[in-house]
């Protein structure tokens, strides 16, 4: 069972994900919380798998709880997925760079939930379809020439290509399809990615392609 804390001052929100999780065999809501200090302290108690976290809540915010869920745990523990009714980038962004591993957006189709609490649970990054290019675009620009260099010299052929596209949000299932290799040579790869850049998870390898500029707008996965 993947076990999940919900995160939200809005108990009619927070009743609608526990009704759409719970009708899942292999997923059990173990906790609500109404802001973010709540959340942390859940998370410190009940240690759930994924913690759906809104970004706008009263008191300590989603973004701050992140912070303080994946320091806690030292990026081992509970995964974040920001769930939120604003699509600006700059919640994006923060939320990958305090550690989240997914966000997704408040309007989003109620199928759709279910599938990102397993993806993140799975150790994938998830972004929102409909956000992804804007925030590669978003950020490309600001990467200096030697970082994409300097990132590219420490990879296979095959690490780079990989590397694009779990920036590009494709889960391991969907990288391994494209590659026609299996999910466990997917992984292979992925951990070797962030062992070589020394990183602690696969959210942090996509903001540092973001950052460093390896990752380009419309360039082929």
Do not use: C, W
């Amino acid at each position: 069972m993947i076990r999940v804390l919900i995160a939200d001052d809005e108990a009619l929100v927070r009743g609608g994900f526990r009704m759409i999780l719970e009708a899942q065999d292999d997923i059990e809501v173990v906790a609500e919380a109404t802001d973010g200090t709540e959340a942390f302290e859940l998370t410190r108690e009940l240690s759930p798998d994924v913690v759906l976290m809104d970004v706008r809540m009263p008191g300590m915010n989603g973004l701050e709880a992140t912070r303080r869920v994946v320091a806690d745990t030292g990026g081992e523990g509970p995964r974040v997925l920001i769930l939120t009714t604003f699509d600006l980038d700059e919640y994006v962004y923060e939320a990958m760079k305090a550690g989240a591993s997914g966000f997704l957006l408040k309007s989003a189709p109620p199928g759709e939930l279910a599938g990102a609490v397993r993806a993140v649970a799975g150790g994938d990054t998830l972004l929102a379809p409909e956000i992804t290019k804007r925030l590669i675009e978003e950020f490309v620009g600001k990467s200096q020439p030697g970082e994409r260099a300097s990132l590219a010299g420490l990879l296979t052929d095959r690490e780079r290509e990989v590397l694009r596209m779990m920036a590009r949000g494709l889960s391991n299932a969907e990288i391994a399809k494209a590659l026609v290799v299996s999910e466990a040579t997917v992984k292979t790869h992925v951990n070797r990615i962030l062992g070589k850049l020394g990183l602690r998870d696969r959210v942090q390898a996509v903001v540092l392609a973001y950052e460093s500029g390896f990752v380009t707008p419309g360039a082929p996965s």
